[in-house]
């Protein structure tokens, strides 16, 4: 069972909520806020957090810790849109929402091991929801909902909708049936059999094109050579 706390602004859900996990938080305790001072992206990005979006953190305290945790997150993120507004949201791996080349949410996955095994994960959600613009990002780079739609949405409504699907899936995740989850990947692949440049470590790029993800979410390259590489990390350029 989902407990929400609600804040006006915070610095950081994703740096609050760890907070709390270390002080002993329950598995369930979401963190949720209408604004956000250093919202945090992936690597060094920030994620930017005007009102007008939905901003929250799920602590979560897996029995396993895969990468699959972060696309499922992704997954309930287009489904949701998907039923609000009827357009048809894709994943670019491994957890960014785009419509028509434009990124409209993102999910950040921040755990603690002890040893190999996982004390807690915690997953950070940016939905731009009624949002009119976009001031310190491209133009081209970001919508909202409202953008898309023309229409304001009730954020709780949304923020329900995502969070009912979230618990449904993440007891598929802990059940070890974790085939639908990839195979729902695999329907919304933003970029599924196209050839893409990956960033990887120093600077590196690597090319190839995407076929998919393995049991374990990451993603699967076919190379010129007709080797296949996997990925578990890198953005795609």
């Not at 270390?22 to 919202?39: D, Y």
């Not at 893409?196 to 010129?224: C, H, M, P």
Request: proline content about 3%; overall charge negative.
């Amino acid at each position: 069972m989902l407990k929400k706390i609600y804040f006006t602004e915070l610095d950081s859900t994703n740096e609050q909520l760890e907070k709390l996990a270390i002080e002993g938080a329950t598995e369930g305790t979401v963190l949720i806020t209408k604004l956000q001072t250093k919202g945090k992206g992936q690597g060094s990005n920030k994620w930017v957090s005007e009102p007008g979006g939905l901003y929250f953190s799920i602590l979560l305290r897996p029995k396993k810790l895969l990468p699959l945790l972060s696309i499922m997150a992704g997954i309930v993120t287009v489904e949701t849109f998907r039923e609000v507004t009827e357009l048809e949201f894709g994943i670019k791996w491994p957890n960014d929402i785009i419509f028509n080349n434009q990124k409209i949410a993102g999910i950040l996955v921040e755990s603690k091991f002890i040893g190999v095994t996982p004390e807690y994960s915690i997953v950070g959600c940016g939905l731009n929801i009624n949002q009119n613009k976009f001031p310190e990002m491209d133009e081209y780079s970001a919508t909202s909902l409202k953008i898309l739609t023309e229409k304001d949405f009730d954020l709780d409504f949304v923020l329900d909708n995502f969070l009912k699907r979230f618990e449904s899936y993440y007891c598929l995740y802990n059940s070890g049936n974790t085939t639908y989850i990839i195979n729902k990947f695999r329907t919304y692949s933003y970029l599924n059999e196209q050839v893409v440049k990956i960033k990887l470590f120093a600077d590196k790029i690597t090319e190839g094109k995407i076929i998919g993800i393995n049991d374990d979410g990451a993603l699967l390259l076919l190379k010129s050579d007709q080797n296949i590489e996997t990925l578990y990390s890198g953005p795609i350029i």
